[in-house]
């Protein structure tokens, strides 16, 4: 027990007085020791020797030293090549003209030979397209039986793989959200909200596989999934 307290590493065994031990306590001995080593290399893991926060940290720790400033600017560096986003074709151009001159009101016209160009990039509105599938059921006019084609083997359901890969998308973000989410509607109702997620656990998301890698941090039990959520 003095070892313990004290910081110091116990002597290790005499040769004579191990080797006197039968096999099964050696080994126990030798595992005893690896565990040893293992704890207290665990116990001096910081966020600076390891990826823990640094909200995991003892408060003796004290904190790394700020990095020297170099004298450069954020961003890119003189000589740097410029990069910027490419221009796309653009569907629709809006031109923008002063109509007077701020100084002495003078009306303005005419077109600039090289205007200042901004793009602005969005998604068109996404519209379903419907695929309906009409089976005839046609009769035989020798024999009267009635023959009705069967619906294509990819078509299970009344929505494509796009439509469910979005809605399980949808379902899945939503999912890891709520815990956020109920932190600050406690906040909202008075209550400390919990704002430091790395002591949430891990749990595999609702319906997958386990060891996919796909991984929520929610604080509480598995959120149960609603019956029909494709």
Known sequence: MPYLFSGMTPPPLPPDVFGARPPAVQAYIRYLEARLADLEARLGQNSTSSSKPPSCDPPYLKPAPSK????????????????SRPDLPAGTVIALRPSACDRCANVLSGDDAQPLRHQVVELPPVRPVGTEYRRHRLACPSCGRIRCPARPAEVRGGYGPRVQAVCALQYRTATALEPIAEEARAHIAGKPANADETGWRERPQAGLAVGRGDRSRVPGPPVPRPQGAG
């Open 68 to 83: 020297a400033s170099s004298g450069k600017r954020k961003g890119g560096q003189p000589g740097r090549p410029k990069r």
